[in-house]
């Protein structure tokens, strides 16, 4: 008789090869789950991505993410893209520029009827602590040079004057200070951190590059 047609014993039905191949994904899944903490140590300070360049209403525009989506940017871009303007902190301290600045910050005091102070970095960052003293103005701030924590406070108060005058519509206030908080009460300077989200640290160099991804002018 033939037997040709016959499945040998160690040939799979159709049943039994449906078996196997769950039993496979389970093993998959397991090894992940198992490997995941693994791999989010080692994704713990990822390489921060690049910003893209266009061109709307004449002007140069970067395409801008939040904290979280520029974590997960390019592989998660869903939707109508966001295009930031913003300018960076030698645009700001510049005098021919305080035109731009728009209320309530103010970069100088100005005395008399319709006059205003300068606007105190601590009036606006009120964290627990704060490596600079009260009367410190956005001004100055804007001016220091160096690098933590004056690379991340000098970005971040470029960031509010922008999100004031409009240009980065991925930031808010209350988001920056946020950031600024966590990363004084982390401990500043080289050793504080922001988590942009869950198990992932961005260090003072980490947060003015995402900082100046929102500031392409």
């Not at 990363?183 to 590059?209: C, L, M, Q, R, S």
Request: positive net charge; charged residues 10%.
């Amino acid at each position: 008789m033939d037997n040709s047609n016959k499945p040998t014993a160690s040939s799979d039905t159709p049943s039994d090869a449906d078996a196997n191949r769950k039993r496979n994904r389970r093993r998959l899944l397991r090894g992940a789950l198992g490997a995941a903490p693994v791999l989010l140590t080692l994704t713990s300070r990822p390489v921060l991505g690049g910003t893209h360049w266009t061109t709307v209403g004449g002007g140069r525009n970067g395409q801008c993410f939040t904290p979280s989506g520029f974590v997960s940017m390019p592989t998660s871009q869903h939707g109508t893209p966001s295009y930031c303007s913003g300018r960076t902190p030698g645009y700001w301290k510049q005098q021919q520029h305080f035109s731009s600045w728009v209320p309530p910050y103010y970069p100088t005091t100005v005395s008399g009827p319709g006059g205003h102070p300068a606007t105190k970095f601590t009036d606006v960052f009120y964290a627990v602590t704060s490596p600079y003293p009260s009367a410190t103005t956005f001004l100055e701030v804007l001016g220091m040079q160096g690098g933590p924590p004056n690379d991340v406070g000098r970005h971040i108060v470029a960031a509010v004057l922008n999100v004031a005058a409009g240009w980065t519509p991925v930031l808010t206030v209350p988001v920056l200070q946020g950031i600024w908080s966590e990363y004084i009460n982390t401990g500043g300077g080289t050793v504080g951190y922001f988590e942009p989200t869950a198990g992932v640290k961005w260090y003072h160099d980490d947060i003015v590059t995402y900082l100046l991804s929102t500031q392409p002018l």
